[in-house]
C-alpha cells in the first residue's frame, strides 16, 4: 500500500478509539485515546523512532538525527464531539509517514526529528485548551489540574488514572536542546484551498481566541403554576444573548463569535429552567478588536441580565493571541511546496493549533491540507489521498530544504 493511502487508512482506524458508538469522541486521557495511543506508537515504532508517553499524555516518538538541533512536527490525537476524522490525526500521520520515508531510505538528517502527538487540543473534556502542547512548551497552568470534567473527575485524577504524575507535568516541557521550530501539518477545516483549487497551502498567521464561561441565574418554579409575568427564566435570558452574539458578530467583518455549548439546569420538562451555563468564544485576526468585542458581548450579557432581573457571572476560561508563523519556515514550506510544481498560497487559520502553544518556545510553521466542502468539526470532514500525497511529499521536501539550510 501506499503511503498516503497508508495515512488515510491510520485516520480511518483511529476513528474506531471513540468513547461513541457510531461516532468519533475522543476527549483527553480517555480509554479511547489509550485505544489511539496504542496503534500511533506500533506506527512510529515502524518508522525508526523511539517512543514515549509524557505526564500529560502526549506520545512522543523521537527519530534521532547527525546532530544537536531538533524538528518538531506533530499534532492533535483528541477530538471534539462527534469529530471528522482528519481534525488533528492527519498531522500526526502525515508526520509519521515522512519520518518513515526517512527511515526505509536509511537517511539520517543533521537534524534529530521529534513527532508530538498532543494530547488535547479541543478542550472537550476540561473547557482548558493546548493542555498537551502547553506542557511541551512549559506554559501548562497547574491550576487547570482542579478542573472537573462532565462527571466530576478532575484534571489530576484523569492524568493518573491515564498513567501519568499530575506533579510532574514540568518534566514534560521541551528540555532536548535546541529546536530548528514546530512544523504542523493539519487540514484546513475552511475553503480557500477548495474554491482556488489547490492540494496544499502555507499558513501564514493563526488567529486570535477567547473563551469564556457565562451563568444565568433566574429561578426555577413551576412550569404549570407561575405566571409568566412572573418569571426569571434563564434559558430564555440565555437565548436572548445566543442571538445577540449572532447579530453582533455579524456586523464586523473579521470577527466570528459562538455559543457552542449549553448547560441548562434542573433540565426537567415541568421547570422553568433555573440556570444556563454556557460557552462563548470569540475569534479575529486582530488581537485588539477580539479583546473589545469579548468585552462588548459581556457587557451584552449583563444588560440582558440586568432587564431580565437575573443574576450573571462570567470567567475567562482561554485567551491566545494571533500568532505568526516564522517566515524561515514558511517560506521554506513555500519553497517545496513551489518545487513540487504546485501554485501558492498562503492563507490565515481561524481554527486554533497547537502551534499556538508551541510558538512559546520555537518558531512555528503549518501546512494545510484541502478539505472537502471546508466541512470540519463534523464527520463529514474529508481530504483526498491524492492530497495527502502532496502533503506529504511537501514535508518531506520541506525536511530536506531544512537539511540543506541547517547542514549541522
Ligand atoms: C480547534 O479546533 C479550534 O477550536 O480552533
Ligand atoms: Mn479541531
Ligand atoms: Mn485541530
Known amino acids: 500500500m501506499t503511503l498516503p493511502r497508508i495515512v488515510i487508512e491510520r485516520c480511518q482506524y483511529l476513528a474506531r478509539c471513540s468513547e461513541e458508538a457510531g461516532a468519533i469522541t475522543r476527549p483527553f486521557a480517555s480509554e479511547a485515546m489509550r485505544c489511539a495511543h496504542e496503534r500511533v506508537s506500533e506506527w512510529m515504532r515502524e518508522a525508526g523512532m523511539a517512543v514515549r508517553r509524557d505526564n500529560v499524555g502526549n506520545l ?35 508526520a509519521i509517514a515522512a519520518v518513515q520515508r526517512l527511515h526505509d531510505a536509511g537517511t539520517r538528517l543533521p537534524f534529530a526529528i521529534e513527532v508530538l502527538a498532543f494530547a488535547d487540543e479541543e478542550g472537550l473534556r476540561f473547557g482548558s485548551i493546548y493542555l498537551g502542547s502547553r506542557a511541551v512548551a512549559g506554559t501548562f497552568d497547574l491550576a487547570d489540574l482542579a478542573r472537573t470534567d462532565g462527571d466530576g473527575t478532575t484534571m489530576r485524577d484523569a492524568i493518573r488514572a491515564f498513567g501519568g504524575d499530575p506533579d510532574r507535568i514540568d518534566d514534560d516541557k521541551w528540555s532536548g536542546g535546541p529546536l530548528l521550530g514546530y512544523c504542523e501539518v493539519h487540514i484546513e477545516q475552511g475553503p480557500v484551498l477548495e474554491a482556488r483549487n489547490l492540494p496544499v497551502g502555507v499558513v501564514s498567521a493563526i488567529a486570535g481566541q477567547g473563551r469564556h464561561r457565562i451563568t444565568f441565574t433566574g429561578e426555577a418554579a413551576h412550569a404549570g403554576t407561575t405566571p409568566m409575568d412572573k418569571r426569571r427564566d434563564a ?24 455559543v457552542g455549548q449549553l448547560e441548562v439546569r434542573p433540565g426537567a420538562a415541568n421547570v422553568i429552567p433555573g440556570e444556563v451555563a454556557l460557552s462563548l468564544d470569540v475569534r479575529h485576526p486582530d488581537d485588539s478588536e477580539r479583546v473589545v ?43 517545496a511546496v513551489q518545487d513540487l510544481g504546485h501554485p501558492l498560497v498562503e492563507l490565515a487559520s481561524g481554527a486554533g ?39 506529504i511529499d511537501v514535508l518531506s521536501r520541506f525536511l530536506e530544504l531544512l537539511a540543506e539550510d541547517n547542514p549541522k
Open 60 to 94: 512522543r516518538g523521537g527519530f534521532e538525527g547527525t546532530g544537536k538541533t531538533t524538528l518538531l512536527l506533530g499534532s492533535h490525537l483528541d477530538s471534539v464531539r462527534n469529530a471528522g476524522k482528519y481534525d488533528g490525526p492527519l498531522g500526526v500521520t502525515v
Open 235 to 258: 434559558l430564555v435570558a440565555a437565548s436572548v444573548f445566543v442571538q445577540a452574539v449572532e447579530d453582533y458578530a455579524g456586523s464586523d467583518e473579521g470577527l466570528v463569535a459562538t
Open 293 to 335: 468585542a469579548s468585552r462588548r458581548l459581556l457587557d451584552i450579557a449583563a444588560e440582558i441580565a440586568k432587564h431580565r432581573n437575573i443574576g450573571l457571572a462570567s470567567s475567562q476560561i482561554s485567551a491566545n493571541a494571533t500568532v505568526p508563523c516564522s517566515r524561515r519556515l514558511a517560506s521554506t514550506l513555500v519553497r
Open 353 to 391: 493549533h497547537d502551534a499556538v502553544a508551541m510558538s512559546a518556545i520555537t518558531e512555528v510553521g503549518m501546512l494545510f491540507v484541502r478539505c472537502k466542502g471546508g466541512v470540519s468539526h463534523n464527520p463529514a470532514e474529508s481530504v483526498t489521498t491524492d492530497d495527502v500525497a502532496v502533503a
